[in-house]
Every structure is written in structure tokens, then in C-alpha cells.
């Protein structure tokens, strides 16, 4: 099903509980449409959306998406497995980014629920979006008080890759304002290197004295303070209890804790004003950061990378956990 052929009215929203905590999950792309945060006798909304559900049928930013089949950019649009060339959608041509248009972010999963979790499945058919394959995809979100956890399966009927994403745009302010004063941590010691497309080009460069060195925590403000925004993969370190940290001025702080090994971070510098009732006060350029749990950009084009290959005999999983307090 591509989002045209959507009907509106099959579209579903289910509302997960836990004391002062609230987070809406809409069928649509597995969306995280709203997560509020009780702070200071205040519901703080903490990642950027639309009110109606409607509006994010068709869009272009991934607004709080799981993207996949193989999130981030693969090169020329374009790859051989098994002595066979697929070629994809060149979305942000001449490449290929988060699936295009038919991704899972487009796609209306099967929904069912209670007050705590959510369990959606999706039915991938062989050759959706040029990708080889059929594939069940299956992601229960839990919430327990502060804490959202994202537990992404998908299981194949013969190879194929698989690079699930969760793509919240964070703003712990309420969306009020530019990122630049929240402040970042992240146990990484290097990132996927990029050429001019942001395609990985296979070697794995250290981040000591760059841009995007937050292994002590860092004003993204300070960080970058041409305001030109980071869209990079950074290589986690391994056995950390909390892979990132970001702070706001107004005293939230998120935990992200991944079993992925990179993680993506992007500060909005795409997104753009818009018009429609929205959740955080503005959508602008640097008004959200995403903190994006995955393996390597291009890593079905790059074998020196670890390979997101998945088998019958060997299925896909991530568990990516979110605390705000």
C-alpha cells in the first residue's frame, strides 16, 4: 500500500498511560505523535508533530516514524545480494533514504494495545520499495512511568537487508525555541566518515576535537556554532550503561540506551515552516534533534561494515529504550 492509497479513516491512534506520563502511537508508520512529560506541575510535549494524523500521511520528515526497511542512505539508490542487482527509489536522488516512499514509516501497520504497551505488525510483500523478500514486521512500544521502549523483530523468508530506525524529534523545551541550548552526551569514539552526499565512505574516523566529539557533555550550540547542523552516524561504544544524554535548560534530561552499534545524529537543519496545528510550538530548521539507534548508513554497499543482512535462520532485533525525567 503506498500513502496515496491510504484511507484516512483506517488510520488509528492508541494512547499509552502510565501515571503523569502520556505518549499517543498512531498505526501510521508506527508514529510516536505526542509523548508528554510531567515536569513542574507542567505536561511538557518533548518530540515535534502534527495534532492531526492526517498530516503525516505522505511526509517527508520521517516526524516520529520507525523508518525501514533500511533506514538512512544507500548509495545510488542501488545494491546486489546474492548476485542479484535491486535497484530502489532514488528519493534524494541519485540515493536512497529511510525506504522512500514506500517505506514502513508510509505504511499502516495492525494495531492492538493496552494502557501500557502496543504491539503493531506490518506484512512486507517480496519487492515493496525494490527490496528482495517477504517480511512479518512486529514493534511493541511499552511506556513505564518515564520510560518509552521501542522493541522492533522482523523476521524474512529469505535474505534480505534490515535497518530499523526510531526517528522522534526531540525538544525537551516543548518545542519552544532552537535546540542550540540543550545540552549532548554520547559514548562514541568515532563516526562513519561522508563524502559530499553524506554516503558513508567506509572508513571509521575518530571524533576527538571535531564537531561531533560529545564523549563529555557539550552545548550543541557550542558544538556548532556556524549553525550549519550535524547529520552523522556515530559509532557507539561498547558495553556503555547510557548510550546518550541530552539536557535541557528547563532541567529534563533524556537517557537513550540502544543494542545498536551507531546512532545518527541529526539536528534538523531540513526541517521547514509549516502551516498545519502542530505538537512543539514550531517546526524550523534546528528546532528538534534526532538521536537515531541503527547499524551503518550504506552497510549493504560497504562489506567492511558490519552487514544487516537478515535470514530465515537469523531474524532482526532492536530494543532501543528512552527515559525523560
Given at each position: 500500500?503506498?500513502?496515496?492509497?491510504i484511507?484516512?479513516?483506517?488510520?488509528?491512534?492508541?494512547?499509552l498511560?502510565?501515571?503523569?506520563?502520556?505518549?499517543?502511537?498512531?498505526?501510521?508508520?508506527?508514529?510516536?505523535?505526542?509523548?508528554?512529560?510531567?515536569?513542574?506541575?507542567?505536561d511538557v510535549?518533548?518530540?515535534?508533530?502534527y495534532?492531526?494524523?492526517l498530516?503525516?500521511?505522505?511526509?517527508?520528515?520521517?516526524?516520529g516514524?520507525?523508518v525501514?526497511?533500511?533506514a538512512?542512505?544507500?548509495?545510488?539508490?542501488?545494491?546486489?545480494?546474492?548476485?542479484?542487482h535491486?535497484?530502489?527509489?532514488?528519493?534524494?536522488?541519485?540515493?536512497?533514504?529511510?525506504?522512500?516512499?514506500?517505506g514502513?514509516?508510509?505504511?499502516?501497520?495492525?494495531?492492538?494495545g493496552?494502557?501500557?504497551s502496543v504491539?503493531?505488525?506490518?506484512?512486507?510483500?517480496?519487492?515493496?520499495?525494490?527490496?528482495?523478500?517477504?517480511?512479518?514486521?512486529?514493534?511493541?512500544?511499552?511506556?513505564?512511568?518515564?520510560?518509552?521502549?521501542?522493541?522492533?523483530?522482523?523476521?524474512?523468508?529469505?535474505p534480505?537487508?534490515?535497518?530499523?530506525?526510531?526517528?522522534?524529534?526531540?525538544?525537551?523545551?516543548?518545542?519552544?525555541?532552537?535546540?542550540?541550548?540543550?545540552?549532548?552526551?554520547?559514548?562514541?569514539n568515532?563516526?562513519?566518515?561522508?563524502?559530499?552526499?553524506?554516503?558513508?565512505?567506509?572508513?571509521?574516523?575518530?571524533?576527538?576535537?571535531?564537531?561531533?566529539?560529545?564523549?563529555?557533555?557539550?552545548?550543541?550550540?557550542?558544538?556548532d556554532?556556524?549553525?550549519?547542523?550535524?547529520?552523522?552516524?556515530?559509532?557507539?561504544?561498547?558495553?556503555?550503561?547510557?548510550?546518550?544524554?541530552?539536557?535541557?535548560?528547563n532541567?529534563?534530561?533524556?537517557?537513550?540506551i540502544?543494542?545498536?552499534?551507531?546512532?545518527?545524529?541529526?539536528?534538523?537543519s531540513?526541517?521547514?515552516?509549516?502551516?498545519?496545528?502542530?505538537?512543539g510550538?514550531?517546526?524550523?530548521?534546528?528546532?528538534?534533534?534526532?538521536?537515531?539507534?541503527?547499524?551503518?548508513?550504506?552497510?549493504?554497499?560497504?562489506?567492511?561494515f558490519?552487514?544487516?543482512?537478515?535470514?530465515?535462520?537469523?531474524?532482526?532485533?532492536?530494543?532501543?529504550?528512552?527515559?525523560?525525567?
Amino acid at each position: 500500500m503506498t500513502p496515496h492509497l491510504i484511507d484516512p479513516k483506517d488510520l488509528r491512534c492508541h494512547v499509552l498511560q502510565d501515571g503523569n506520563h502520556q505518549v499517543s502511537i498512531l498505526s501510521l508508520g508506527c508514529i510516536t505523535q505526542n509523548w508528554l512529560v510531567s515536569h513542574r506541575g507542567q505536561d511538557v510535549p518533548v518530540v515535534l508533530g502534527y495534532q492531526d494524523p492526517l498530516h503525516y500521511i505522505g511526509q517527508s520528515e520521517s516526524f516520529g516514524a520507525i523508518v525501514g526497511r533500511v533506514a538512512n542512505r544507500i548509495s545510488r539508490a542501488s545494491f546486489t545480494l546474492n548476485g542479484q542487482h535491486h535497484h530502489l527509489p532514488a528519493n534524494i536522488k541519485p540515493d536512497h533514504l529511510h525506504s522512500g516512499p514506500t517505506g514502513l514509516g508510509h505504511q499502516n501497520w495492525d494495531m492492538e494495545g493496552d494502557d501500557k504497551s502496543v504491539c503493531l505488525t506490518y506484512h512486507s510483500p517480496d519487492g515493496e520499495g525494490g527490496y528482495p523478500a517477504a517480511v512479518n514486521f512486529e514493534v511493541v512500544i511499552s511506556l513505564s512511568e518515564n520510560q518509552l521502549t521501542y522493541d522492533m523483530k522482523a523476521s524474512v523468508d529469505r535474505p534480505t537487508p534490515i535497518n530499523l530506525a526510531q526517528h522522534n524529534y526531540y525538544n525537551l523545551m516543548g518545542g519552544a525555541g532552537l535546540i542550540w541550548d540543550h545540552d549532548l552526551q554520547i559514548n562514541a569514539n568515532g563516526t562513519t566518515t561522508l563524502d559530499n552526499n553524506l554516503i558513508p565512505t567506509g572508513v571509521i574516523d575518530s571524533i576527538a576535537d571535531t564537531s561531533l566529539d560529545f564523549r563529555k557533555i557539550r552545548n550543541l550550540g557550542e558544538a556548532d556554532p556556524s549553525k550549519t547542523g550535524s547529520d552523522a552516524n556515530l559509532v557507539l561504544t561498547q558495553n556503555e550503561i547510557v548510550n546518550a544524554t541530552l539536557t535541557a535548560p528547563n532541567g529534563l534530561s533524556l537517557r537513550l540506551i540502544t543494542d545498536q552499534p551507531g546512532l545518527q545524529l541529526y539536528t534538523g537543519s531540513s526541517l521547514y515552516e509549516q502551516n498545519p496545528p502542530l505538537i512543539g510550538q514550531k517546526h524550523a530548521p534546528f528546532h528538534g534533534v534526532c538521536l537515531e539507534a541503527q547499524q551503518f548508513p550504506d552497510a549493504v554497499n560497504r562489506p567492511e561494515f558490519p552487514s544487516i543482512i537478515v535470514t530465515p535462520d537469523e531474524s532482526y532485533r532492536q530494543v532501543t529504550t528512552v527515559k525523560i525525567a
